[in-house]
């Protein structure tokens, strides 16, 4: 079955502006999350949604914001973009306490 | 085989040496643990999970070890392979479901011929 899609792959913004990036999970997994990766970071969680609700957020700004669909599909919008916002944005989808399965992420560079 | 008692951004080994990749964990409530493998220009792959009620779980030529005293996780990777050369990293969940994973700093893991 297909894995995690997310679209764009690459995208170039200006600070000041805001972007959307979007996932589409596994076939049947309803839980989505969003995870931000630097270099200077790692990996660290933004948020989970689950049929529709944010159940978990982690320690980013107000900017972050995110949503989910009835069909599960989810997107993640980033206002006011600031130089360190630049990085890999990687969504995950999974079944309830198994492993997550990630999307080959968005490379977001602020410029 | 290498092995590391502390985390290291970098490990090298030999091709066909065994690989031990360690880790700490943070949250003592944590009831599930992954490994991560992540080659340059993808996301994360799943390579091994394990939860807390084990303390070993085989795959095929990797196997995770838990020490819940000392909130400690390793992956060993036995016959390393030119294949297996990119980032490692560790995941806990903690517990419930509903959180997210929380990652460690991830190992790179460099083979030489």
């Known amino acids: 079955k297909a894995g995690v899609t997310q679209t764009p792959r690459y995208l170039i913004k200006t600070r000041g502006q805001q972007v959307t990036l979007s996932c589409s999970p596994i076939s049947g997994h309803r839980s989505v999350s969003w995870y931000q990766q630097t270099p200077g970071q790692g990996l660290q969680f933004l948020f989970e949604?689950?049929?529709?609700?944010?159940?978990n957020k982690g320690n980013f700004p107000g900017r972050f914001s995110g949503r989910q669909f009835s069909n599960s599909r989810s997107e993640m919008n980033v206002s006011t973009l600031e130089l360190g916002d630049s990085a890999l944005y990687l969504c995950a989808s999974r079944v309830a306490n198994t492993e997550a399965f990630f999307g080959q992420g968005t490379r977001l560079t602020v410029v | 085989g290498e092995s590391v008692g502390l985390h290291l951004p970098t490990l090298s080994v030999q091709e066909g040496d065994n690989s031990i990749i360690n880790c700490a964990y943070s949250n003592s409530a944590s009831d599930y643990f992954i490994w991560y493998k992540q080659e340059s220009g993808k996301g994360p792959q799943f390579i091994i999970d394990?939860?807390?009620?084990?303390d070993k779980r085989q795959g095929q030529r990797v196997t995770v070890l838990l020490n819940k005293t000392v909130k400690h996780l390793s992956l060993q990777i036995a016959a390393t392979q030119p294949g297996d050369s990119a980032v490692y990293f560790c995941a806990e969940n903690s517990g419930g479901g509903a959180d997210g994973l929380t990652f460690g700093k991830g190992t790179h893991l460099i083979i030489q011929p």
């Open positions: 949604y689950f049929s529709e609700t944010q159940r």
């Open positions: 394990i939860r807390s009620n084990m």
